[in-house]
């Protein structure tokens, strides 16, 4: 049937059905809700705030871009730092009420809010400062920093500036309590489809039993393989953390960050734990350029904080069963996220985990495969 | 931007793009838990187990066609009941789910899955019986009566018998606790948003009021004009109930079923209560064609019911505020559903209401839009 799924040919990725992209994921941006959402996120708001107010140098007279404006905040902020001229582009209907904020705030002559996606759409000039908030869940969900790698390669000047203009992804061990939760789960909907399975034969006289495998293939990848927006806290994190992927964002290409791979190693720091998985999160940092950098870096992180959660959380990826392990224990990992074939906006990830003892008693081998949906 | 709307060109809908329509459609009915939830359904196993069991001559040593086999049950079923050859169509993956379990239970030589849409496929012969389950939310959520339509004209022969054979909608006035929690729920985000707003203000020098009213309407939207899945009971029914549309299907065109408009009226039947808005529900009944007629009609109704609930519910169209009205009070009720332009598969209603006290003085004129998403 008409999935979105295409080939890839010759190592390129299919190229995308722009309708069924809108349906799958551009259409939640269209929303006012979808926007109040992220500008209630304090975190990332004052990031921005401060990278774009503490750099004014970077803006004062200068012309910028903004990538998926959505209600126009970047775009609004950037005018007000003193930019000449702000192209502020958004590729669904939230374009309309970006123009509506962008007058209602006086800065009409400054911002002009474009309608279409990025691929798409022609400017007047090249600009100084390309700006957006394009980060998914553990970074590249989404996968909208393409759209920002094509908004440069098309329009940044050369001496010009990427706001973020860096970002990593790490990943730690961790302890969670959504382990069993997701668990207990599981097993409830493996026992309800026994139940099911049960009467349907005696009620209906048709013998469900063949199915039973591929529910619980079904009820294992949404439970247990599906990577969980979590809420972690410090106190959760029970090894070091280690970066897995560092992005330049004036030099990436779409073949850096399509897929990732990263080999580490990890220490457990807490006594007589369990390890119930992973959780993935990221930063990203506002330096500006070595030759133009910033007077004042600014960082914006995702990690497990007491007081500043993100929108974005955490993403916890489970292990089934959790392992008994204790301080100095160690892990060998590797790590490797693609794409989905299906939707280039979802990832699909493996990991392996070698796990000794402290003595150097070889304790466990894991291998997992996980979705981020 | 890539949206799947269309315009409507010499009133014929527009073309449907079928990847779109597999993102924003297909795509849950692919997963077993879903097939589960319907197979799970009892009302709706019951009506159409006794439909076809109680209705054997229709099926022994003839020839059918199950629209949207799903799991296949309809098509085991009909083999069941001594078809000589069922062919079962499905557009999704589930497909070769039907398949595994029409061979586990041994009717392979009998029952045929094809994986594709209804549209698409070829049969090799015309059958005696098209059998489907096509009933969405208020019965035409979904559009998929359409595909039974063309199933129809192309692969029944003109002696064929359609299961089910009939079909009506219906809609009463209500009485609901929705209507309070809806409009609590609409409040607490509208509160919620001009809070943000004055945040948003003091913190970061925007002024976000001009978006106050487009938040509004879209939180009214989806709070208060959207149709609300319910599982009433018959005591929350305050009126006469009207049938506002039949269908026969084995004569109904695509452009029968498109719109519905229906003008009708209702006697409050229950002593002081509140009028908080409509709600709308269908039976289909399987009684063969009147050349060859059902031997026992079976109904499946998903009217209120004390223990007979069915997972369509019915749909609440809810009225802000509610009317306090009381038995004689008479109303005149002028209704018409569309399909929305941008989602064939979806619905908009209008509903206009005169409202006459049992004395004959009139109380109040309404008139409301509402959603079917």
């Known amino acids: 049937m ?7 040919v010759d190592g390129r990725a299919p190229p995308v ?15 006012l809700y979808h ?19 503490q750099n004014k140098h970077h803006f004062s007279g200068k012309t910028v871009l903004d990538v998926g404006t959505g209600s126009g905040i970047l775009a609004i902020w950037s005018a007000q730092a003193g930019a000449r001229k702000v192209y502020a582009v958004e590729a669904t209907k939230v374009a309309e009420h970006a123009r509506n904020l962008v007058k209602a705030n006086n800065l009409q002559h400054l911002v002009e809010v474009i309608e279409g996606s990025i691929e798409d759409i022609t400017l007047p000039e090249k600009v100084d400062v390309i700006i957006s908030e394009w980060m998914g869940y553990f970074l590249l969900r989404e996968s909208m920093f393409d759209s920002v790698i094509c908004a440069r390669d098309r ?6 500036v990427m706001y973020p203009s860096h970002a990593r992804m790490w990943i730690a061990p961790i302890w969670t309590g959504l382990l069993d939760q997701k668990l207990g789960q599981y097993h409830l909907a493996m026992d309800d489809w026994h139940n099911f399975a049960e009467e349907t034969n005696s ?4 013998d469900m039993s063949v199915l039973t495998k591929p ?16 809420d972690l806290k410090p106190n959760q994190v029970i090894g070091t953390a280690a970066v897995i992927k560092e992005i330049d964002c004036l030099t990436a290409t779409v073949a850096d960050i399509k897929e990732v791979g990263s080999k580490f190693s990890s220490s457990i720091s807490t006594e007589n734990t369990k390890l119930c998985g992973f959780g993935g999160w990221f930063d990203v940092h506002f330096r500006g350029r070595v030759e133009d950098p910033a ?11 007491v007081d500043h959660g993100t929108h974005w959380g955490q993403q916890a990826f489970l292990l089934h069963p959790a392992l008994h392990v204790s301080k100095g224990d160690h892990l060998s990992i590797s790590f ?21 003892q402290y003595s150097g008693k070889p304790l466990k081998t894991l291998k997992n495969k996980y979705y981020i949906e």
């Open 215 to 230: 529910f619980a293939e079904e009820q294992r990848k949404y439970y247990l393989q599906t990577s969980m927006w979590s």
């Open 35 to 53: 926007q109040k959402d992220m500008l209630s996120d304090r975190v990332r708001m004052d990031a921005y705030f401060n990278a774009i107010f």
């Open 295 to 305: 007077g004042q870096e600014i960082e914006l992180t995702t990690a497990p904080s």
């Open 155 to 160: 329009w940044l000047k050369p001496t010009g």
């Open 2 to 8: 008409g999935s979105s799924a295409g080939a890839v």
């Open 203 to 206: 009620y209906y006289g048709v």
């Open 336 to 356: 490797f996220m693609d794409r989905s074939k299906e939707n280039h906006r979802l990832m699909e990830v493996e990991v392996e985990c070698d796990i000794q």
């Open 17 to 31: 059905d722009k309708g069924v992209d809108y349906a799958q994921y551009f259409c939640t941006y269209a929303f």
